[in-house]
């Protein structure tokens, strides 16, 4: 078998997501014969360096040898079993787990099996708590604008992706959207945490008015990812913890990007020393290994739940796969090497080489601005250094990089005008220094006849 004919038996028969399937007419599709480590090999040979994780997901590497044998075990001992009625050691270790790693006050866990699922869980608990107690007309959300909570229809409402979203408007329920605190337009001289603060305004005025009908407010945590990885301070999400406790909104915070160290914390929320009412988690969750998700929320809310049957507050929601025991194993394996391996305090240096091999990136002419946060870094191309006018969306410049970077054996996977590096924590420093050197070179090439 070779890259063109596995490439021409998956085009026969694959339809592949967030693809116009007519770009392969162009650009190969590329077939993965085996991953190690930071790794990929296709069929002709050829090797990649992960460097954006297989879409986030992967934290300790393909084939990571402890979470293969952890499988292994799971796998001779219970594949699956329903959860409703039944439970398995698994899943119970791994909630008392994350029960103790997550912030302070987060103490059950429900899961879905993967990003979006949990967001709709978590929509439909936030609802479904105020009606059990006797508040059914809230029913509205607020979110933020260039936000990315999911594909499903709920998920995507939330959502402020006009890429993603708007094609499906007509379908969609309505939500109250916030200006974001996104920095990347803050005035010159002034620093993030200062304009998060001067966004919040937005915020508190959108809650004064509608928290009457207000479910939630739905956040990504410190790094809006799939919108483009904008990022924003904490000091947003401590001022707006205290606004919902005061306009009795609840908080859901999205971590299933920023969740298991992307940030810098095990969680994001961290960082501004809150609690929200529901967590999504999924993504890194099982280290890139199985679709698994959750959401962690409090005591407060499944007591509203917890009543004789017969009065129908229960919440009867759930998925054929919840808690699946090969996927939980994976997750319970990924916490063990967390917890093992000092990985946080390995990551600083990763981050501090991901900033330092980047750094003269500011300079370029066609970059804008390189930011990051703990293990996230982007770099966004402009077509006007000085007025930030963006490359129009169709030139597809971020698609240069992609086909330049696989010739150099790195997967980078711009998204539209930014480049970013999200790689596995496994990563090395030289290999961090050769994925800086391929995007300078991508960036380059990429922007050099505008
Ligand atoms: C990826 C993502 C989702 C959706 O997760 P899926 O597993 O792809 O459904 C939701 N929210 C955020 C912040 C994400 O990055």
């Known amino acids: 078998m070779n890259n063109k004919l596995l490439a021409q038996r998956d085009l026969a028969v694959l ?9 392969h007419e162009q650009l190969p599709v590329i077939p993965i014969r085996r991953g190690t480590g930071v790794w990929l090999e296709d069929f002709d040979g050829n090797r990649y360096i992960d460097a954006i994780s297989s879409w986030w997901v992967n934290l300790f590497g393909h084939a990571n040898p402890r979470i293969n044998a952890a499988l292994h075990e799971q796998l001779d001992t219970l594949e699956h079993v329903l959860l409703a009625g039944f439970s398995h050691e698994t899943v119970i270790c791994l909630s008392e787990r994350l029960v103790a790693l997550t912030p302070l006050g987060l103490s059950r866990c429900f899961y879905a099996d993967n990003g979006s699922s949990a967001v709709e869980v978590s929509l439909k608990m936030s609802y ?10 809230k029913t509205k959300f607020i979110t933020l604008t260039n936000s990315y909570h999911g594909e499903t229809l709920g998920a995507l409402a939330m959502g402020n992706v006009p890429l993603y979203k708007e094609t499906y408007a007509p379908l969609l329920m309505e939500t109250i959207s916030v200006p974001s605190p996104d920095c990347y337009y803050r005035e010159s001289g002034e620093s993030c945490a200062d304009y998060s603060r001067r966004m919040f ?3 508190e005025q959108a809650l004064e008015q509608h928290a009457g009908q207000a479910c939630a407010v739905i956040v990504e945590p410190l790094v809006q990812c799939a919108g483009s990885m904008r990022m924003y301070d904490p000091v947003y999400l401590t001022l707006l913890r205290a606004a919902c406790d005061k306009h009795n909104v609840h908080l859901i915070a999205d971590e299933i990007a920023v969740g298991f160290g992307r940030t810098g914390t095990m969680f994001a929320c961290e960082q501004a020393g809150i609690t929200p009412d529901f967590m999504c988690l999924s993504k890194g969750l099982t280290g890139g290994y199985l679709p698994l998700s959750v959401v962690l929320t409090t005591e407060v809310v499944y007591q509203a739940f917890y009543d004789d049957y017969q009065n129908l507050t229960a919440f009867l929601h759930s998925h054929s796969y ?6 939980c194993r994976a997750a319970l394996a990924t916490l063990d090497i967390f917890e093992q391996n000092n990985v946080l305090e390995r990551n600083q240096a990763l981050a501090e080489a991901m900033r330092a091999t980047t750094a003269h990136f500011a300079d370029h002419p066609h970059v804008a601005e390189v930011r990051q946060r703990g293990m996230i870094l982007a770099i966004e191309m402009v077509k006007d250094k000085r007025t930030r006018e963006p490359y129009p969306w169709q030139e597809r410049r971020g698609l240069r990089v992609y086909r330049h970077a696989l010739e150099k054996g790195v997967l980078l996977r711009p998204l539209g005008n930014v480049v970013y590096l999200m790689p596995p924590y496994v990563i090395t420093e030289e290999q961090i220094a050769y994925i800086a050197e391929v995007a300078w070179e991508g960036i380059t090439l990429a922007t050099r006849d505008a």
């Open 15 to 23: 339809w592949h997501p967030c693809t116009q399937m007519k770009d």
């Open 201 to 203: 305004s937005h915020m």
């Open 128 to 137: 479904h708590y105020w009606r059990n107690l006797g508040h059914a007309h």
């Open 322 to 327: 919840t808690g699946n025991p090969l996927a």
